[in-house]
């Protein structure tokens, strides 16, 4: 289990190691009823191995510069040290602001995509790129290793007149080629609003984000 210290100002560092089986961008987004915000914030490491003595699966949240430096990949064995995050609602991982970061062993396994399992875009190449929506359950069982999936946190204003009301859920999204044979939209989402409101996200935004896109980019 996590540990916290006892002292109120203090939260004691965990340590981790395990070897890396996805790496994907760590972005948020903001709904408020038809509109949309994202947040780029850094990248999330999934991992298997141990954390705080437990032998199990975790995330790891990352900022832009720690995986620009070390340019992590699927199959490397990596260790350090973190924080438990500490409003679970807003982030994917469960430990963030990762330090004394490791390479212990570079992994050399190569698979031919989908999922795509290589060196990650930089964040800029995302926000460019647009994404659909993906199948939770599509995500799970196929797109976790990918560098296109990504699950968000995303943050519901539910009265844009008074942005005090808001509540938290997960999504996942695509942010590969229109053509992959992986990909499946599943439902429609829907957005509460005001006074027991609430908006069908359809599915002309996904294809105005990625209109600009081939079916193979």
Partial sequence: MLRHSTSANMVTKLTWSGVVVGVQPRIRLTRSFDQTSHTYQGFNLRLCGQIDDDDRSFVVALGKGAEEKHAFLVGDRISGVAEPVTAPETEIAEVFKASKLTVVERGNK??????????VPSL???????HRRLDAARFA???????????MAVEMIIDQWNPSKFRWR?????????SCALYKAG????????????????????EEATAHRGPDE
């Fill in 141 to 151: 069982s196929s797109c976790t290793s990918c560098i296109w999936g990504c699950e």
């Fill in 187 to 206: 439902p429609k989402r829907k957005v509460p609003g005001r006074k027991g409101m609430s908006w069908t996200e359809d599915d002309w935004v996904d």
């Fill in 110 to 119: 190569k698979a031919e995509p989908p999922p795509w399992t290589g060196a």
């Fill in 170 to 178: 997960r999504e996942t999204f695509c942010y590969g080629p229109k």
């Fill in 124 to 130: 800029e190449v995302y926000r460019a790129r647009g």
